[in-house]
Structures are given as structure tokens and as C-alpha cells.
């Protein structure tokens, strides 16, 4: 008879306060057997080059902007508009009033894609921490432009890192998504971290104590696995001063932040074999109401997918996470780049 | 170059009013290309046998129950407990009160797989309408005996099918979890459902009008696509009468609902070519709030994978969704079963 229990640590329940949310811990996950064949992860076909290399800027949608902005043929960054949108940034307008019945507005908005270089096989991780700020400040810059926009409400900004993180595109790459609403998981999130500042005074992220789940520092950030990391290996990296919108970073700060996040994603990379990964930018609704400009900080989320999600996440929103966050953090601590 | 706007219809942004939430409907999205090889759904290994078949109880964790009770090699379905379990129910249960600090509690909590057939290569869908209503009152008598347990406040239902949907047996099986807290996305609906009867003195459910979205029907459930559905092809199957808690189903309307299933998992599956899927069953916590009985109605989504997600939905709790619900009701209800 095989026994029902494994040793090691016991699972337990951990809740995310950032977004009020339980996560289940349980090491025992990581043991079980699986006899679907191996998921061999879907490499990009060998193709050396796509619309985003530089050269087939013909194929792409029409282009924002690019860095520098005078380039010709030798662009560092474009910023264009997404070929097949989410929303459209053509349609009109419609306030998502709160009806009883049904409600369906248009779906305007805008969903626009960062190309972070002109070279085909470049990851974000190979840039200098100064080439990975300019990618920062160009998402800075097009959230600065989205926001003259009355009805845009939240941009979400976000990478797709291979294929079984959602990528469909290989050439390294961010998105923007700006909507005419607040998105469910940012309301839970600026509300939990209300309910916070309401009972002790504090934003949560200035007063967290990393202790054992930091992983490295610089000037203005600190980067650490989160108490209740819904992933395996997740990594958040906050800057140490309150800011509750990412688009108030400065090009010091950027710089800053460029290097630490190129630290975290070479551990993450070398530690785990190169995994598909989020890369995710929590910021704050434009037209906050300004008592939550004291309880919202901005950060950053890594996520990885080490393993994909079932219908019990779909259902509960509870995420079932097999490492324990202080084992994470000491694992990514100990990675040496070299 | 080329355009940014694809003709068809245009993007759409529909509120979920079950769950409170938005999702993004855009056909658009259905046509962007991908430069990632196929991927290939994972096939099972061609092995015939595997610890949940008749004849290897042995290799299993301890067995709960059986249907019929007193059989012995020819059982039809076996409740057991998980061998790697995300809860533990050996630990003691812990109160997990809000602090205001990090909140963890011990990982008290029962997990089951419910083994829905003794032959390796038998689904779901190729059981009989009974025997699919033997499976669902499978569940019923075991939330009812876990419904003893003070502890537990719910219980999750869920199916995984295929490699992409999360499943890592291949074998016909359910699972069930038993929760010490409240999951987030069950408060959500909760609340979201009660706020409808507040503005209506109507439970949201009762009250819907399938319409176009209709699919089919029988003596006791209605099956359609919701409105605001979060996957392509997602269909619900609601019962006409109220009732919060699935565990009130009887034995008559088990058969029933068994047919109906039987029918939208055929009907899926012809369609999409048999697609990982989902199958939840979206039910009440037991101590519910008593004013709770009116607007809460439990129901059965199934959630085809047809793609994957990415950042985006994982920040924002947003969905895009390429198939107009109306759309895929049309096709669902014109699929013909011989
Ligand atoms: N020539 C061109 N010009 C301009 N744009 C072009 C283009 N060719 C392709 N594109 C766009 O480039 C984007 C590439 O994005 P990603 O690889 O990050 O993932 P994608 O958005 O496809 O979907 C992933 O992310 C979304 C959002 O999280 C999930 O809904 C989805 O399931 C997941 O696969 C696509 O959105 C595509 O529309
Ligand atoms: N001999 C044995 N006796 C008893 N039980 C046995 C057993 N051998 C295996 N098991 C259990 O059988 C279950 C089979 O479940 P599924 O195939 O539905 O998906 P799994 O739970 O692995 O994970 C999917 O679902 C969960 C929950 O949604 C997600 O967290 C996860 O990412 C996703 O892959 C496993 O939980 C496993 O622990």
C-alpha cells in the first residue's frame, strides 16, 4: 500500500495580502507522476528572421514610436500597434455603466507591442542594464501617452516569454493593453492594500520585511520571492520608495531597475533551465481616487511555469504552489552569474 | 502594409455578472499567426494500465468508498484519497483569522480523486446517462461526508482533461478538494449573485434567459453559453429549479443532468476534436450565511482549452476571449450526435 502522506514539510495556507488571496503550499505536489509523454517545451522554428527584426518593419502594423527617436535602420526599441487586437483603438468610447441586466460595451482601447530589439535571437536578459531601462522608459513613455486618453482607466503592461507562457511570437517583445475599465484582480488589489494602510497606517509594500525571502538589492529596489508566491520561483522586485504608478520612474531609476531585473532573469534562467515566464508591471489606475495614492506602491512580478494549472485554480482562484518561498528565495540567492 | 483592423465584427468587453468581472471578446485575435511549432496535445503513453485501473487498488492511496459498496473486483467507481494531496488531512485544523501581518496556516484539508471508471481507455462521455449520474452522486455522498467535518467550508469539484488542461493521469477521474477557508473566486461569485437579488429580489441565475445562447435541454437543467464566457466554446449547465448547494441534487435529476452532460461533452468533443478541457462544479460553502440561500445557485461549467493564456490574464484577471458566445451556442446546438 502507498502511503497517503510524504514527509518533508507539511503543506500549508498562506495568504497574499497584496491581492487577498489564499495559496496552497504542499511539497508532496512535486512528486507525482505524470503518464502524459514528457511536455517537450515547443521551440520557435528555426527561422532567423520575423516582422520584427529590423528590415520588415513593412510587415508590422503602423508604429508608434521608436528609440531613438531619429533612427533609421538602426532602431534599439520600436513601439507599434498590435496587427490583431484585443481591443480596437478605433472604435468609440462607451461608459461600462452598472446595469442589472447584461452589459457589453465596445471594446475600445489600445494594444500595442514593445519590441525590445531589432535582432531576432536577443532576449530581454542579453541587454545591458541600461538597454533594459530604455525598454522600461519607452513603456513609461507610451503609458505617459495613453494616459491624455479620458476614458483609458489602467495599462497593463506585460511579456509572454515562450510558448507555454503565451507567447506565439518568439522575437523578444512586450505588450500594452490600455482598457476603459479597472480590471478585477487591480480592484482586489488596490482594495486589499487599502484595507491595510487603513489598519496600520502603512503601505503594505513600504513596510514588508524580506528577512529570508530576499534575494538581491540595488540603489532603489529590492527584489525578493513574496510570502505567498502563486508560482513556484516567483519573483517580485519593489522599489524602495513609495511610488504607486510605474510610469513616475526617472532614467536613473530605470538604469537601476534594468540591472536588477537582468540579474534576476539570468538566476531565474540559469537556476531553471531557461522556463517560459510572465513578466508582469503592477501599477495603479490612472484616475485613482487619490486616498489610495498612500497605500499603492508599483512593482514588478516574475512568473515562471515550471508546471501549467488545472480546473481547481480556474474555479477558485486558490493557486496550489509546490516550493515554499523561503526555499525559492535561497535557491536564487545562491545562483552565482559569473 | 498591412492593417491594424481586421474586418468582422468588432471587439466587444462584456461583464461576467456571476463573477463580477470583465472579459475581452475579440475574433480578431483568432487569426494572429504564431512562429512557435505546433503544439502537439500531448498523447498518453500507450500503456493500457495504471494504478487507477481494476486490478491495481493495491498501488492506489487508502479508498474512501466504492459504487456498488459491496463489490469487489467489479467496481465502477472508486473515491480514494490522493496520494500527493495539496491538503493534508492529518494536520490540525487552524482558524485562519485576518492579521493584519502574513497570514499561514497549517494545510488542514481532504483531497480525493474520484476514479470514474475501472477501464483505463473509458471517458466520461462513453458512459451511460445513469452510470455519468452514478459519478455525480459519487461526489454528493462524499461532500456530504466531508460536510461533517466543522473545518471544512467547501468543498471543490473538478475535472482535468488532457495534458493542457492540467491532467497528469489519463485515466477517466475527477478530484475533489476540501478547503478550511472561503476560496477568492467563490466569495466573488457569492457576492457578486447576492448583490443581483439585492437590486432584483431575483437570483441571477433563475432569472436568465438563455435565448440565443441556448444549447439544449431537459426535464431539469438548461445548457447554454454564458454571456460573458471566459473560453471559447465554455458552456454552463444551470438547473431550472433554485438550489445552492449541488449536494441537493436527488438521484432522478442526477440521471438527468447525467444525460445533458453526456450530450455537451459528445458535442465538444465532435466540434473541437476532443480539446483538453475542464469540468467544475461551481457550488456554495456550507456554512453559508444563511441570507445566502436566496441568491446563490450552483451550476456545471465546462471549459475547453483551445489556447493557452498569458500575462495578461494572469495580471489583470481579464480574459480575451475570440468566439462570440451567440456564435458558439449556434454551432454547439447544430452539432448533430448519430
Ligand atoms: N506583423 C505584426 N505586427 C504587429 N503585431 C503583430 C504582428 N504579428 C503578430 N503580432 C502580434 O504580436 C503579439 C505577440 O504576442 P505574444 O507572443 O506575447 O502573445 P499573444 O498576444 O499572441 O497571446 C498570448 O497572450 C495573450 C494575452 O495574455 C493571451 O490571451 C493568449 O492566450 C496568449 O497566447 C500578438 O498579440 C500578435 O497579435
Ligand atoms: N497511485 C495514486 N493514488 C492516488 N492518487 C494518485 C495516484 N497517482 C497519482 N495520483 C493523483 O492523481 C491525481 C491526478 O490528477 P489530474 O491528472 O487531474 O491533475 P493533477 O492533480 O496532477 O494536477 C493538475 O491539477 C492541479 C489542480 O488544478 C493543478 O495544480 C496542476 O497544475 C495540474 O497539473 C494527481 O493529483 C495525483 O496526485
Redesign the pocket.
Known amino acids: 500500500m502507498a502511503e497517503a502522506e510524504t514527509p518533508n514539510r507539511s503543506p500549508e495556507i498562506r495568504k497574499d495580502k497584496i491581492h487577498n488571496r489564499w495559496v496552497l503550499f504542499s511539497p508532496a505536489r512535486s512528486r507525482r507522476p505524470s503518464d502524459f509523454k514528457a511536455k517537450s517545451n515547443p521551440q520557435p522554428n528555426n527561422q532567423t528572421e520575423?516582422?520584427?527584426c529590423a528590415g520588415h518593419e513593412h510587415?508590422?502594423?503602423p508604429e508608434i514610436f521608436r528609440v531613438p527617436a531619429d533612427s533609421t535602420n538602426d532602431w534599439k526599441i520600436r513601439v507599434?500597434?498590435?496587427?490583431?487586437?484585443?481591443v480596437s483603438r478605433e472604435l468609440d468610447f462607451q461608459n461600462p455603466v452598472s446595469l442589472v441586466g447584461d452589459v457589453a460595451v465596445s471594446g475600445f482601447g489600445f494594444?500595442d507591442?514593445v519590441i525590445e530589439s531589432p535582432v531576432h535571437s536577443v532576449n530581454l536578459s542579453d541587454l545591458s542594464p541600461a538597454q533594459v531601462g530604455e525598454v522600461l522608459l519607452a513603456c513609461k513613455k507610451r503609458i505617459e501617452q495613453l494616459r491624455s486618453c479620458d476614458s483609458i482607466k489602467y495599462v497593463q503592461v506585460?511579456?509572454?516569454h515562450g510558448a507555454s507562457a503565451?507567447?506565439?511570437?518568439?522575437h523578444s517583445?512586450?505588450?500594452m493593453?490600455a482598457l476603459p475599465i479597472v480590471p478585477p484582480t487591480v480592484s482586489a488589489r488596490l482594495d486589499s492594500m487599502m484595507e491595510y494602510y487603513k489598519q496600520t497606517g502603512k503601505c503594505s509594500l513600504c513596510d514588508i520585511q524580506p528577512n529570508e525571502l530576499l534575494i538581491a538589492e540595488s540603489d532603489h529596489f529590492i527584489s525578493l520571492v513574496p510570502f505567498a508566491a502563486t508560482f513556484a520561483f516567483e519573483i517580485w522586485i519593489i522599489p524602495r520608495d513609495h511610488s504607486s504608478h510605474f510610469h513616475e520612474i526617472d532614467s536613473e531609476k530605470a538604469v537601476d531597475l534594468g540591472g536588477l531585473l537582468k540579474l534576476m532573469l539570468l538566476k531565474m534562467s540559469l537556476q531553471l533551465n531557461n522556463p517560459p515566464f510572465?513578466l508582469l508591471i503592477h501599477t495603479s489606475p490612472f484616475q485613482d481616487d487619490p486616498s489610495y495614492a498612500h497605500s499603492t506602491h508599483w512593482f514588478l512580478q516574475i512568473a515562471p511555469h515550471l508546471s501549467g494549472v488545472g480546473g481547481f485554480e480556474i474555479a477558485t482562484g486558490c493557486y496550489i504552489n509546490p516550493v515554499f518561498p523561503e526555499d525559492a528565495a535561497k535557491i536564487l540567492r545562491d545562483v552565482r552569474i559569473s
Open positions: 520575423c516582422p520584427f510587415e508590422c502594423a507599434i500597434q498590435n496587427l490583431y487586437p484585443a494594444h507591442v506585460f511579456k509572454n503565451g507567447a506565439s511570437m518568439s517583445h512586450s505588450q493593453i510572465n
